[in-house]
């Protein structure tokens, strides 16, 4: 049978599913700061108005131009179109889980919670400085680290100048916080 005519499985919408359900741990929300939602709304609408009708045009005028099963402007195009659509169902469903949590609220707070930008030191003295991020905003090799790591875990409720410890994956590890810092709040 031509591969034209045959259905591609579900399979990653289940694996996309899957990913959703197991990156945030059973009972909590899907915590967001309001510039991670900001970015994941710009890039749905960017899908939805914009990348999708694109790809729809090409792929009506591949389909006008006859024999399907040879056209690679529609083969690719139909294609491209499934991407798009399995991410705008997976960003809409990431939205639709959202909790918008404002780190501006602690502005001035010295204890450690989600959104805080923390400064700490290892049992080398080597200094570190991560921000507590969104599952969709994490962005380790700027330092945000989602809120379900361990370290992040670990530092959560802790003070700056206290001394925690957590199991790292080399064993366990203890930090002293030298900082934590808040974004101020907007003025209005």
Do not use: C
Request: net charge negative.
């Amino acid at each position: 049978m031509n591969k034209a005519f045959v259905k591609e499985s579900d399979q990653d919408d289940d694996d996309e599913a899957a990913a959703l359900a197991l990156a945030i741990p059973a009972g909590s929300k899907n915590y967001i700061r309001p510039e991670g939602y900001q970015r994941i709304k710009e890039e749905l609408l960017q899908l939805i108005d914009v990348d999708r009708p694109e790809v729809v045009k090409i792929v009506h005028w591949a389909a006008s131009n006859g024999d399907r099963s040879e056209n690679g402007d529609y083969i690719y195009g139909k294609r491209r179109l499934r991407e798009i659509d399995r991410r705008i169902r997976f960003l809409t469903k990431r939205l639709d889980s959202a909790a918008i949590v404002d780190p501006s609220a602690h502005f001035g707070s010295d204890q450690v919670f989600f959104g805080a930008t923390v400064t700490y030191s290892n049992q080398s003295g080597e200094e570190r400085t991560i921000t507590i991020v969104g599952i969709d905003e994490l962005d380790p090799l700027n330092g945000k680290i989602s809120w379900v790591a361990p370290v992040a875990r670990a530092l959560t409720k802790a003070r700056e100048g206290d001394t925690i410890t957590f199991q790292a994956p080399h064993g366990v590890e203890e930090l002293d916080i030298l900082e934590v810092r808040y974004p101020a709040p907007a003025a209005d």
